[in-house]
């Protein structure tokens, strides 16, 4: 899992590879991570006044660099080689998880390697490198928290009871029903992308960001423990986790990568045209920063 060799502050995990307390690899300084990512400015020159037209700003990929200080003694050979193995260039662009604790907060992120140096000069001689660095690029910049949250959406209760006519007082407005809705806290200030699974059975099964006005719908029926899995960020629809049901999606939703949670509260709906006994929402997330 990611970042679970990290137990302090100035540690990172980097695909299972400590560095920081706790290893032969100090960590002194770290650049790129709490640093916001370059951003790219789509205003447009206005052309025959002064200015530009406003447009949206965008985050560029994210570069991280580590300065280390690694302290190996007569060990720096090996020191030496289990940072190499640790350090591959991905030739297939693969990316692995990114880990680093800061006051207190542990924060990932996917990642490739992207460089490595080791000054070698007269301390390195004596098992001692100086202002060593190991840099990855990150081509999503969004550091996510390390913990995933869940909420889960069972179906709403209907009221009962209610006015009878002719009237006659005291008036009995019977009880309300409850409504299929929970509330998605992001903790961060950048918009996370969750993971929504519908269990059946549910016919037509719709979710509403009402904070937002977003909403996703499908045109199907679930049966009884079938399940719909919808990943935001990745685009996908997976029916029992393997068959694509990206197709179904009705014209009353958004995209699905553009179903997001805004930083702060959001309140998810659950709807459909049916509901069964076991019908149900799961929206698992991570808050996320810039």
Same mark, same amino acid.
């Given at each position: ?7 302090? @502050? ?31 400015? &789509? ?5 025959? %006044?002064? &200015? ?5 700003? =965008? ?10 200080? !690694? ?6 050979? @090996?020191?030496?080689?289990? *940072? =190499? ?7 297939? &662009? ?22 490595? !140096? ?19 690029? +990150? ?44 509330? +998605? ?10 993971? *929504? ?8 099964? =719709? ?5 937002? &006005? ?18 935001? @960020?990745?685009?996908?629809?997976? *029916? ?8 179904? %999606? ?41």
């Amino acid at each position: 899992m990611a970042g679970e060799l990290i137990t302090a @502050d100035w540690q990172i995990d980097w695909n299972g590879f400590l560095l920081g307390a706790g290893s032969l690899y100090d960590v002194v300084r770290v650049d790129g991570w709490i640093d916001s990512p370059g951003l790219t400015n &789509g205003a447009a020159p206005k052309p025959t %006044r002064r &200015g530009s037209w406003p447009g949206p700003v =965008r985050a560029q990929a994210r570069t991280v660099t580590a300065t280390l200080e !690694i302290g190996a003694g007569s060990s720096m050979g @090996d020191a030496i080689a289990a *940072l =190499r193995a640790a350090t591959p260039v991905s030739r297939t &662009g693969t990316q692995a998880p990114l880990a680093i604790r800061t006051s207190g907060q542990t924060l990932v992120a996917n990642a490739v390697f992207g460089g490595r !140096i080791v000054p070698v000069d007269q301390p390195y001689s004596m098992g001692f490198a100086q202002h060593a660095t190991v840099q990855w690029w +990150c081509a999503d910049p969004v550091l996510l928290e390390l913990t995933p949250r869940t909420v889960t959406i069972i179906p709403g209760t209907s009221g009962s009871g209610g006015l009878t006519y002719p009237l006659t007082y005291p008036l009995d407005y019977g009880t309300a029903g409850a409504p299929a809705n929970a509330t +998605c806290r992001n903790y961060g200030n950048e918009p996370t992308s969750p993971v *929504l699974v519908f269990t059946g059975p549910l016919t037509t099964p =719709r979710v509403i960001n009402t904070t937002l &006005g977003y909403s996703l719908e499908f045109g199907l029926d679930l049966l009884a423990g079938q399940t719909l899995t919808i990943d935001t @960020d990745a685009g996908t629809v997976l *029916l029992n986790g393997t068959t694509d049901r990206l197709y179904t %999606r009705s014209n009353l939703s958004v995209p699905v990568e553009y179903f997001e949670l805004d930083p702060g509260d959001n309140n998810l709906q659950l709807l459909a045209a049916a509901f069964g006994p076991g019908a149900q929402l799961q929206v698992t997330w991570k808050s996320a920063y810039l």
